[in-house]
């Protein structure tokens, strides 16, 4: 298994003011190791996010997150992900097929696929050229309801035969990263686990930071 470190992805939440979250994000970015930061958005009664408010949130957070070298990614929308030059998109498995979603975002962008529980869903996105594929549930959320529930042997199983990143995904908090840590993820999707953290995004950043070190050495 991989002794390279795992690393944060984080998530927006689904309903953010982009000003006032900008002061959010600085503080969690403050605090330790971002790899990524995921913009999904959701309208009321989870219905999609409005263009423009994809539009006005990237161009108020991608800036920051570039300012910190993390990377920013569009969730379920690979064209404005292309048209507004983000690093890259996310698509489930109810979104475009993969090809499409490539098509629109080109060649050279990040694009991860959700696999939820499925082996064979992931191994068929890495077949098709994904850049990472995320696994999940792994615990209850009050993000959304999950599709699945998956247990961290699928994350071993994958980081032992295939070279391309896995990422988990789902209720993941400080109190409960490590063991997917030592299953072999290589980076860990949180969001409500840092930004309802009960002392803050700041506290929640460095905690997982911590956690991830430390149990990325024993694997």
């Not at 002061?23 to 409005?50: C, F, H, I």
Request: proline share 6%; with cysteine; glycine share 6%.
């Amino acid at each position: 298994m991989s002794d390279q470190s795992c690393r944060l992805y984080l998530i927006t939440p689904p309903r953010i003011e982009p000003l006032a979250f900008a002061d959010t994000l600085k503080a969690a970015l403050d605090a330790g190791d971002v790899a990524s930061l995921q913009l999904r958005l959701k309208g009321e009664k989870e219905t999609p996010p409005d263009a423009d408010a994809i539009r006005k949130a990237t161009e108020i957070l991608m800036p920051l997150a570039h300012s910190y070298e993390v990377a920013f990614l569009i969730n379920d929308r690979p064209d404005l992900a292309a048209e507004l030059d983000a690093d890259g998109a996310h698509i489930g498995q109810t979104d475009l097929a993969y090809a499409e979603a490539r098509e629109l975002l080109g060649p050279d962008k990040i694009l991860g696929v959700t696999c939820h529980d499925s082996r064979h869903l992931a191994m068929e996105a890495g077949e098709a050229g994904a850049d990472y594929v995320a696994f999940g549930a792994f615990y209850k959320t009050d993000t959304k309801d999950p599709i699945s529930m998956a247990e961290p042997d699928i994350l071993t199983w994958w980081s032992e035969l295939f070279e391309l990143p896995c990422v988990a995904i789902g209720g993941i908090t400080a109190n409960n990263a490590a063991p997917l840590v030592r299953a072999g993820a290589d980076f860990l999707a949180v969001s409500s686990g840092v930004w309802s953290h009960e002392d803050g995004p700041a506290a929640a950043i460095r905690a997982l930071n911590r956690i991830m070190m430390e149990e990325g050495k024993a694997r």
